[in-house]
């Protein structure tokens, strides 16, 4: 049994390079997708550091199908609207104003209204039908 063997200048030193172009394409994915997170700034309130933001109850304006007011049921001559309306706008924080609406209701007394919050710079409108409170 003869041994051959093999000239040094024959062999080849080679490095398998497929794992590590499989872990670094896997590497750039993770950080395509985690970049964009770290760059937005994300605060979150700490247990015990401040008491949270008060809820505001919504301001309720009914208009009845005859067209009357009702400031948080409560009867509102349609004068006083606008002032309580620039009252409301000037509350911090500015509760929701919640306004609900009869049926029967004329739609130009409901336009009307929206226009005057609208002036009074309200934030937040909400409208619902006096049935579904």
Do not use: C, H
Not at 31 to 46: D, G, H, S, V
């Amino acid at each position: 049994m003869t041994t051959r063997s093999i000239p040094v200048a024959d062999m080849q030193a080679e490095i398998n390079v497929t794992p590590l172009i499989d872990v670094m394409l896997a590497l750039v994915v993770v950080f395509m997708i985690a970049a964009p997170l770290l760059t937005k700034r994300l605060t979150l309130p700490l247990a015990g550091s401040e008491s949270p933001a008060a809820i505001v109850e919504p301001m309720r304006l009914g208009i009845g199908a005859d067209g009357a007011l009702a400031w948080n049921d409560r009867a509102l001559p349609p004068a006083l609207l606008k002032e309580q309306l620039r009252v409301l706008a000037r509350s911090e924080p500015q509760p929701e104003l919640r306004i609900e609406v009869a049926r029967a209701a004329p739609y130009q007394a409901f336009a009307a209204i929206l226009a005057d919050a609208k002036a009074a710079n309200i934030a937040k409108i909400g409208v619902q039908t006096a049935e579904d409170r």
